[in-house]
């Protein structure tokens, strides 16, 4: 994880630009003492499995909570937790936070997207059963259109990556927050933590500096982890112990703000037709985890499951722009180029019990290979899901159409994506896609 955050510059435009003053706080705990001394606030980012395997267990074991911020439009997939492990992560007694539906940075994104993205986001937790209050900017990354985009969907908070003292990124810094911040919507922490971060340290500094509120940023907790931002699991529940034999007090980032749950706010509506359809724009910049892998057209994903090799492209024909997706190495499941499963600033709107009619042009190679169109589609209670597929697709040496209409749309869906899968070893070409709302 990264923090491209200038803070120094984002203060200065967040007082030109703010929505109003930014007040005071007295912060609580439930019982209506004022906090003092140290308080260290222990979070939790994206709603990786490993946070309902290994760190819930934990933190119940040592009577503590902390705060887990989840993108909702990750529950239930490959990695992440379900809304079920997210309730009963809550019902422990943790705080459950937003993190945008997709992990966007939004700094990259028009404000009608950073608002769909944080304040359905919100919505979508809320109809979840959760009451969300407190938001991290994905990769710490936020801009004064971004803070006013949060205030705007209704947070209490707002918490960055950075601006504490910490080895690897600044020595001049504070030690702590203030437990009484003048900016709830720019909460500054130690970088994220390691396997060599000195938890303890980042503790005990700023203990030795008249205390204040050190919010740690916590990733992965687990033993098998390839992610840089990982800690061991004796690694973490040393430090729990260490915590609670040092007496620290350890609040939720909702106890220490202080604040009621006020209402939510939907997001601008969504676009209703395909956007970028013949893939004439490309995807920069960003931390769009699509654009990683060069040549990614603006609104559209590589998508897909298992473990396969693979590279993708956009390319230059006589007819216009395609992207070219190859496998050449295949395990199992499939891989695809979808239209972008965002909160909808690419992701078409659709409306419950209608239905549509998709449209693709591909061509490709391969053989005695699975090749068909994948529909998918967003609620707000359980984020993308899979929906349906189309009949196996031959194989064309020249662009084809490719159509299929949908079932009706399901109860509760907001958003659509689709696109082809190719499972196995071939090339795939693909443009020119297009919805229809064709009820009558």
């Not at 209409?405 to 696109?419: C, E, K, R």
Request: aromatic residues 8%; proline residues 6%.
């Amino acid at each position: 994880m990264r923090s491209r955050l200038l803070l120094a510059v984002v203060l200065a435009l967040t007082a030109c630009q703010s929505t109003g003053p930014a007040k005071v706080r007295q912060n609580t705990v439930a019982n209506g003492t004022p906090l003092t001394g140290t308080v260290v606030s222990l979070t939790f980012d994206d709603g990786t499995d490993d946070q309902f395997s290994t760190v819930r267990p934990l933190l119940a074991e040592h009577g503590m909570h902390g705060t887990f911020y989840v993108n909702s439009g990750r529950l239930g997939t490959e990695g992440y937790v379900t809304v079920a492990q997210l309730a009963a992560i809550a019902t422990d007694g943790n705080e459950i936070g937003g993190h945008t539906i997709t992990h966007a940075d939004l700094p990259t994104l028009s404000r009608a997207g950073q608002q769909r993205e944080i304040c359905n986001d919100r919505v979508a937790l809320t109809a979840m059963g959760f009451s969300p209050v407190s938001f991290a900017y994905p990769y710490g990354d936020a801009n004064p259109m971004a803070l006013n985009s949060v205030q705007a969907c209704g947070y209490n908070s707002a918490r960055t990556v950075g601006g504490l003292v910490s080895p690897g990124s600044c020595q001049t810094c504070a030690y702590a927050e203030s437990l009484h911040t003048r900016d709830p919507f720019l909460l500054s922490t130690s970088d994220s933590v390691k396997g060599s971060t000195n938890l303890e340290e980042y503790v005990t500094q700023a203990k030795r500096h008249g205390g204040g509120w050190v919010p740690l940023v916590f990733h992965h907790v687990c033993d098998a982890c390839a992610d840089p931002y990982s800690i061991q699991t004796k690694q973490f529940a040393a430090f729990l112990d260490w915590l609670k034999a040092q007496g620290t007090t350890v609040r939720t980032v909702g106890e220490v703000i202080g604040g009621t749950m006020r209402p939510t706010v939907p997001g601008p509506p969504s676009p209703l037709q395909v956007q970028n359809p013949t893939m004439s724009a490309l995807a920069i910049g960003g931390a769009n985890e699509s654009s990683e892998i060069h040549g990614i057209p603006a609104c559209f994903e590589i998508g897909g499951y298992s473990t396969n090799t693979f590279t993708a492209a956009r390319t230059k024909t006589r007819q216009g722009y395609t992207e070219q997706l190859t496998v050449t190495g295949y395990d199992a499941g499939a891989r695809s180029i979808l239209t972008r499963q965002d909160a909808g600033s690419c992701a078409p709107g659709i409306t419950p019990g209608h239905t549509y009619q998709i449209s693709v042009r591909y061509q490709g190679a391969w053989s005695r290979v699975r090749v068909r169109l994948s529909l998918y589609y967003l609620t707000q209670a359980s984020g993308w899901t899979f929906w349906t597929s189309g009949p196996s697709l031959p194989a064309s040496g020249n662009l084809r159409q490719a159509t299929m209409t949908t079932p009706p749309v399901p109860a509760g869906a907001t958003n659509i994506s689709f696109g082809i899968a190719l499972s196995g070893v071939g090339t795939l070409q693909t443009s020119d896609y297009s919805l229809t709302d064709v009820t009558k």
